[in-house]
């Protein structure tokens, strides 16, 4: 595994070295981002001193380049620690959940042992005991150790982590054979207060443990990701065999998506032991289908392939300025619900591929046609899904439209005739679609207005391609019956 996966799958950039600093010591331990601004800590690490510091990165601790902290105080006893960063904010951090987990689960951590100096240390435990629920015990659980680790000095106050969230803290080393665990569902009943003041959102495990439905595999894969910048925008390429441009593996593996995208979940549910029908169903739909269709699929595909969602449907509706299509699914995030309303483009040129999808995205952009989306969502709901208490709240018209959802989500699919295809070149590929994606960010950021911006969160998909005419009337054939 690459450095970047461990990263992102140990969340090193929420992950700091924490400072406790007095007069006459220094004290060193791990701390997380629990918000922007907020980190959570093992209290002991804190040493009673007055001035708290923290390293966002290992750079930044052999440069001694760190952020002030403020304590925020609580009257547990308990040995947790919150505290706030001076003039400072981070993109990124890692959800707290509530979540309760067997004896033999595996679990990660991460944080900076004294003994690796300024490296970030990722390990893979499992749990192997819980302590009773009673104030005999200051601890919740305990974790088996890593061979990797001799001495834990320094990890104090780093997170246990659940498929990406925080479900406890590191707090003591017994022998060289246990970890113990404060959980925090602990500290988020020690400190409920506090909690609801510093606005952090708890998150139960119906979520964490949601599995979206299966789906085939992707033809797409994600070759830059600018993930760190806004609007965020992947750049996707399907390969070259010989500097032969795959597209008929495109349209093989997307056909096998057209029942995911085309039908709904009451229709897949009614038919699920008879693939031969969904296709045929499927496939009918898209009888009459256009370059939009394709292109819309597409969408669906880098969607599902790229975010944890529940597909709805997939229709054309009817607006103010002519038709559009829009791929609607839900993502539980954070706690939050999040409608995602899809926009795809495709076109001979970057440029009038944006100029389209801004256009696409103006017409759904009213509070009717988000309402008349919102209300097909709900009838398209399965009741096995999820959430579905809080989901019926998106159609409650008692409720202002924008309230009935945390966050409006705009993905956009771009397709494109492109040189950096036409004539591709393995040695410059990657310099070519890095400035095409520079180029689209500009010319979104110069053609959306400031109140579209601030309303919604736009995820950009760009693909280009070899010959968009060539490649529909290719996938036209891939798909007839």
């Known amino acids: 595994m690459s450095y970047q996966n461990t990263s992102a799958e140990f969340q090193f950039e929420s992950i700091f070295i924490i400072e406790a600093i007095d007069k006459d010591s220094l004290k060193r331990g791990t701390c997380f981002a629990v918000s922007n601004d907020s980190v959570l800590t093992a209290k002991h690490t804190l040493n009673n001193s007055n001035t708290f510091r923290c390293y966002l990165t290992s750079k930044d601790f052999k440069n001694n380049n760190f952020i002030e902290l403020e304590l925020i105080k609580h009257e547990s006893c308990w040995d947790f620690a919150i505290l706030k960063m001076v003039n400072h904010k981070v993109k990124k951090f890692i959800p707290i959940s509530n979540a309760d987990i067997l004896r033999s689960t595996s679990v990660k951590s991460c944080g900076y042992p004294v003994e690796s100096g300024h490296i970030v240390s990722p390990i893979e435990v499992v749990v192997n005991n819980h302590y009773p629920d009673d104030q005999t015990h200051l601890y919740n659980f305990e974790l088996t150790q890593c061979k990797t680790i001799k001495d834990y000095h320094g990890m104090s106050g780093s997170p246990v982590l659940y498929k990406g969230h925080a479900i406890g803290l590191l707090v003591v080393q017994r022998g060289q054979t246990i970890l113990k665990v404060i959980s925090t569902k602990q500290i988020a009943k020690e400190v409920p207060n506090l909690f609801q003041q510093l606005n952090f959102q708890i998150i139960v495990q ?71 029908s969904q296709m045929r169903n499927a496939i009918e739909i898209f009888k009459e289908c256009d370059m939009n269709t394709m292109c819309d699929l597409f969408l669906h595909i880098a969607i599902r392939q790229n975010h944890k969602t529940i597909p709805i449907v997939n229709k054309i509706f009817n607006t103010a300025i002519g038709s559009t299509l829009s791929c609607s699914h839900i993502v539980m995030e954070k706690g939050k619900i999040e409608i995602w309303l899809g926009v795809s483009s495709i076109n001979d040129n970057l440029q009038d591929a944006i100029n389209e999808a801004i256009s696409n995205i103006n017409a759904i952009f009213s509070v009717k046609d988000i309402e008349n989306r919102l209300v097909i969502i709900t009838q398209e709901m399965d009741p096995t899904w999820p959430f579905k208490e809080r989901l019926l709240r998106i159609t409650d018209s008692t409720i202002p439209l924008f309230k009935r959802f945390d966050r409006l989500v705009i993905p956009v699919f771009l397709t494109h005739d492109s040189d950096i295809i036409i004539n591709y070149r393995e040695d410059c590929f990657e310099e070519s679609l890095q400035s095409e994606l520079d180029e689209c ?29 060539i490649l529909f009337n290719k996938f036209k054939e891939g798909i007839s019956l």
């Open 441 to 469: 960010r500009l010319l979104l950021k110069q053609n959306f207005s400031n109140e579209i911006v601030e309303l919604i969160d736009l995820k950009v998909f760009t693909f280009p391609t070899l010959n968009n005419s």
């Open 206 to 276: 119906e979520e964490i443990e949601y599995i979206p439905p299966p789906h085939p595999s992707s033809p797409f894969y994600t070759r830059i990701d600018c993930e760190k910048d806004t609007p965020n925008i992947k750049g996707l390429e399907i390969g070259f065999d010989r500097s032969i441009w795959r597209a008929g593996n495109l349209i093989e593996l997307s056909k096998e998506w057209i029942v995911d995208y085309a039908l709904s979940a009451s229709t897949k549910k009614a038919t699920e032991n008879m693939p031969h």
